[in-house]
């Protein structure tokens, strides 16, 4: 409690960049000590109510002994082995789990592909939440050796670059311009790209924070398109790569206008679009447009999955049902990257930080 106290007190007086420290740390370590100390109280009750139902039928039998404690003691066991293994996963997702950098490979079948980009290779990145990594840049430049190691034609990247403020991006640019793609470089906004979340002296200052970020966009190579779309060619065919800007179900913001986006390539069969949010898929993309494939980012699978093979469930789920991976509906894809860097809670149980890659195929 003290601990609080001293971080919302200092939180004017702190260093922006300290204070987004202080405070992941501090979500860490409640995440790690109370998460699995929940799951041991659950066993601890239904140890104390199974105590108290033995008691009483004791007591009604007339003979206290009638029922051996050896049950009890194995729901004790069974609680702290699991609390155990929730306390060693959540601890490895703080210490190595987030920097474990994984690559997805995806090959996507459509028929109206232009036969000129038959085979093209994309990479879509999401949610960098590139303030994360001030104190670990070197993990940033891990992240890029994957990407260029895939030889892509073209990066997508799909929303959340920063946490709050354009700031962080600066010092990463060298390393972010070092990304590679042999045909063009693609970006959008996020909710969190826009400092909706911060607390600016006025709107001329965030206005101002905006402008430094499109920038910083462009420093590192990328375009930046805030609904727009833009004509890829290849060999006198085009498909159309459309970017919205943020649009998300309350509290989160609609700044995305879908409609003005797609004006000026309406008339190009093929289109995939870039929009943060997945659940836009669902409310203005499928069977209401010819999108054929949409790459979204925005849940990181509330960086905290459960998976088995053949199964994976995420608390995220309860509010975006499509929340992680490949969703078809008839012709139409959606793809929801789980993101690349992490925010707030310091770390990644089950949801391995993604670099995917798609092979799009007639």
């Given at each position: ?7 919302m ?19 860490g370590?409640?995440?790690?000590v ?34 051996k ?23 490895w ?59 892509a ?6 929303g ?5 403020k ?5 010092p ?10 042999r ?13 909706d ?25 990328f ?5 727009e779309?833009?004509?890829l ?10 970017g919205m ?11 995305g206008?879908?409609?003005k ?65 490949l969703?078809?509906e ?33």
């Amino acid at each position: 409690m003290l601990w609080l106290v001293w971080l919302m007190s200092s939180f004017k007086s702190m260093a922006y960049e300290q204070f987004y420290h202080n405070a992941t740390v501090f979500f860490g370590v409640v995440i790690l000590v109370y998460v699995p100390k929940i799951f041991f109280n659950i066993f601890l009750l239904v140890h104390d109510i199974t105590g108290i139902l033995k008691m009483l039928q004791g007591s009604i039998s007339g003979n206290p002994e009638a029922v051996k404690m050896t049950r009890m003691v194995f729901i004790l066991q069974l609680g702290l082995i699991i609390s155990g293994f929730f306390f060693i996963s959540i601890f490895w997702g703080i210490w190595k789990g987030k920097y474990n950098f994984t690559v997805k490979k995806h090959t996507l079948h459509f028929a109206g592909l232009p036969e000129a980009f038959n085979g093209v290779r994309i990479i879509q990145i999401s949610d960098f939440h590139i303030g994360s990594f001030h104190r670990n840049p070197e993990q940033v430049k891990k992240a890029v050796e994957l990407i260029n190691n895939e030889d892509a034609d073209y990066v997508f990247f799909t929303g959340d670059m920063v946490n709050n403020k354009s700031v962080e991006m600066e010092p990463f640019i060298p390393v972010l311009s070092g990304i590679r793609a042999r045909k063009g470089k693609f970006s959008i906004l996020g909710n969190h790209d826009y400092g909706d979340y911060y607390h600016w002296n006025s709107e001329a200052e965030k206005l101002a924070n905006m402008e430094e970020l499109y920038l910083y966009h462009e420093q590192s190579g990328f375009r930046l398109l805030r609904n727009e779309s833009v004509q890829l060619s290849e060999n006198g065919e085009s498909i159309a790569l459309i970017g919205m800007e943020n649009w998300g179900l309350p509290p989160f913001p609609q700044y995305g206008d879908l409609e003005k986006a797609m004006e000026k390539v309406q008339d190009i069969p093929f289109k995939i679009l870039l929009s943060h949010d997945p659940s836009h898929w669902d409310a203005e993309v499928v069977g209401k447009t010819d999108i054929s494939l949409t790459l979204s980012g925005h849940t990181h699978g509330m960086q905290f999955a459960i998976r088995v093979p053949g199964w994976s469930w995420s608390p995220v789920k309860m509010k975006y049902p499509r929340w992680n991976g490949l969703y078809r509906e008839g012709v139409q894809y959606l793809y929801v990257s789980i993101g690349i860097g992490f925010i707030g809670f310091p770390g990644r149980v089950g949801t391995p930080p993604e670099i995917t890659v798609f092979e799009l195929t007639r």
